[in-house]
DNA sequence: GAAACTCATTGGTCATACGAATTCAAGAGT
DNA sequence: ACTCTTGAATTCGTATGACCAATGAGTTTC
């Protein structure tokens, strides 16, 4: 699911972007390329290749004479999935879970709609497959197999809205999903409610009753959001 | 509002990226490092950099041995800003804002909702001088004029709703809105209809209705798709 | 025909040198 | 005392050349 860096740059951000995000470099801290390397113990080169990385995060500006900045975090590209799974490995991970959890909400409805349209009949079997999935798996405290078919119930969704940029929400649903399970709530099985839902969503989507998936989908939304305190029981 | 390339990797970048994103490299493409580097008269050094922001954008993927592949278009990062402007600017624009309408479609709405609630006494009159703005525009030609208050408003629903994910679209809307504005439809005026729904909103806003601010948006969301023939009149 | 081996190719890393921009301070002029 | 100019120090930017390491493909061997 993550990237495992790959060659020495690779390494080098796997180290320092995870301690920008954390903010354990705040906005406006000043850094040398020079100095990075040497801490790092790689070369000049090296090193100006992973701030060229972050640079196109917008994480950090380079300027001459004055070394590489951190930038404030409302520059930062919290829209990339590197910079996403930094910042749910750190310490704000509940304040992340909210805010993609809520825009879960926003987006899965539709794309739900957009699914019931246009899925094809292998998608919707998919679909229909890890539905009985989760209810197999949903007592009996396998919640790691519970996961497993709960990402792939979201991304056949997403996918199948034909919609390019809900598509490409299926890892930020992957990490959001997989972050609840392993360091959040969840320390029993799931909520019933919610795997009855998701069963419901499969057949609507199979009947290509858009207006009912969007629906069961904000349903399913609800009980995130309630999970998290954001919405009032 | 652009990023004018700086430095020669950025120069480099502003020519590969939207050559690869317009399609000019198809997936599966093999380029060599050194053979680009001689293409743009630049050295080796200034040309790995460039390769590396493509690789962490995932438009291509660094091989040894192999080269510098082009990745497939599912494998893109199509949330950075930078890949949504090249896309815009390259030959599938019009495909490229539906995807993004639709998004706007998804996001907007919650985000109006959440900034029913939250939004300041500062972001409400925002709010409405940018409406009267684009009120005092809407007629006889004032398209850019009009563009700017449209923008502006947008942007401060957008961040009013205190959601980082909904705040960091604000660019997005904003291509999407010039683009349409400049290439798309939108030869005449803006459609009254619109503008009174802006009005509307920022009304629902400063009065902390949020349903009715959702609903409304829903409406503008509505014309939006229509204007680009998403769904039927 | 399959497995092991060799080799050419390409990116990966490093060290060094020089260029260029920009900040900061010192100094001249008013 | 204040401003403007000038210069020097600093840091990133770029170029170059060398060598290392992985790997895919062709070749040999069994």
Redesign the pocket.
């Known amino acids: 699911m993550s990237t495992p860096g790959r ?3 690779g390494h080098v951000l796997e180290s320092l972007g995870p301690a920008i995000t954390a903010g354990e470099y705040p906005p406006g801290s000043v850094l ?3 100095e990075l390397a040497q801490r790092f113990e ?5 090193m ?1 290749e992973a701030v060229r990385v972050l640079e196109s995060m917008h994480l950090v500006e ?7 900045t951190v930038l404030p975090t409302s520059e930062w590209n919290v829209y990339d999935p590197q910079v996403i799974r930094w910042r749910l490995a750190g310490a704000d991970r509940p304040r992340q879970l909210r805010s993609l959890t809520v825009l879960r909400s926003a987006v899965e409805p539709v794309a739900a709609g957009l699914a019931a349209q246009h899925a094809t009949a292998e998608e919707c079997a998919e679909l229909t497959e890890c539905a009985l999935g989760m209810v197999a798996t949903s007592r009996g405290h396998q919640l790691e197999k519970y996961l497993f078919h709960d990402i792939a119930f979201h991304r056949v969704i997403l996918n199948a809205s034909r919609n390019e940029m809900f598509a490409r929400l299926g890892d930020v649903v992957a990490e959001v999903l997989t972050g609840r399970t392993h360091h959040q709530v969840m320390f029993w099985d799931p909520d019933p409610a919610a795997v009855t839902l998701h069963v419901k969503l499969a057949e609507a989507v199979r009947e290509r009753d858009a207006a009912r998936a969007e629906e069961l989908t904000r349903e399913i939304a609800v009980g995130a959001l309630q999970e998290l305190d954001i919405l009032a029981p």
Chains 1, 2 share one sequence.
């Open positions: 060659g020495l740059h040398r390329t020079d790689v070369s000049r080169s090296v100006r380079s300027r001459r004479r004055v070394g590489v």
